[in-house]
């Protein structure tokens, strides 16, 4: 499936939802012709960059590409997708930072990961990391970045003792469980607000593949 589709939701008290829309704005340290920042929320997974929906800046030192969320997220995990026609290996050691400052280009706000693999699809759990703006930075002389889609998640959860978002218990289980959020569609009525979020998210995942490389999420 090549285009990215809304995440499905658990009524008003559970939801699973994707903050990338048409609505956001992403910008880039640089442009290589039309391969511009927004063709990685553009909704498509084409890996070809020649076909126009990746990004490609200019051979730089430590290029960046930046998404601004309008306000601010805890984010659960970010799936990026990878220029795979040529040139796949230049995104490793790429960094994932989340946090509100645009200071020093992102390298001041949290990491979330570093990219250490350069296949297709890699999800990075971010554990909720708070931020408006999303970084992916190369560090390095004379590097070039292009990816061709960026999606990013959140969690919305009820208030609960603990956190401002939900137990930390309850968020972890979250990750833990969710595999692919982009296919999650059914609506699941009468589930009790005092239901945990292992047993409410239960009834999307089950025959889902929990992945079991050490960069995805934890399983």
Not at 149 to 168: D, S
Request: charged fraction near 20%; include cysteine.
């Amino acid at each position: 499936m090549n285009k990215a589709s809304d995440g499905g939701y658990l009524d008003n008290k559970w939801s699973l939802s994707i903050i990338i829309s048409s609505k956001r704005n992403a910008t880039q340290s640089s442009s290589h012709y039309s391969n511009v920042a927004n063709n990685a929320i553009d909704g498509n997974r084409d890996t070809n960059l020649m076909n126009g929906f990746c990004t490609h800046t200019l051979q730089s030192d430590n290029p960046w590409w930046r998404l601004d969320l309008n306000k601010t997220y805890y984010v659960s995990f970010v799936r990026i997708t990878n220029r795979m026609d040529c040139c796949s290996e230049r995104i490793l050691k790429a960094q994932i930072r989340i946090g509100d400052s645009m200071t020093n280009n992102g390298r001041d706000n949290s990491l979330c990961a570093t990219i250490h693999t350069s296949t297709e699809i890699n999800t990075y759990n971010c554990e909720g990391l708070r931020g408006r703006y999303v970084y992916i930075i190369l560090p390095g002389r004379d590097k070039i970045l292009s990816l061709c889609e960026v999606e990013v998640f959140h969690t919305t959860l009820p208030t609960m003792e603990g956190t401002a978002h939900g137990r930390e218990e309850d968020v972890t289980v979250y990750h833990r469980l969710v595999d692919h959020p982009l296919h999650l569609t059914a609506d699941v009525e009468g589930v009790d607000p005092s239901t945990k979020v292992q047993q409410a998210l239960s009834v999307f995942v089950q025959g889902l593949r929990l992945p079991n490389q050490s960069n995805l999420l934890s399983s």
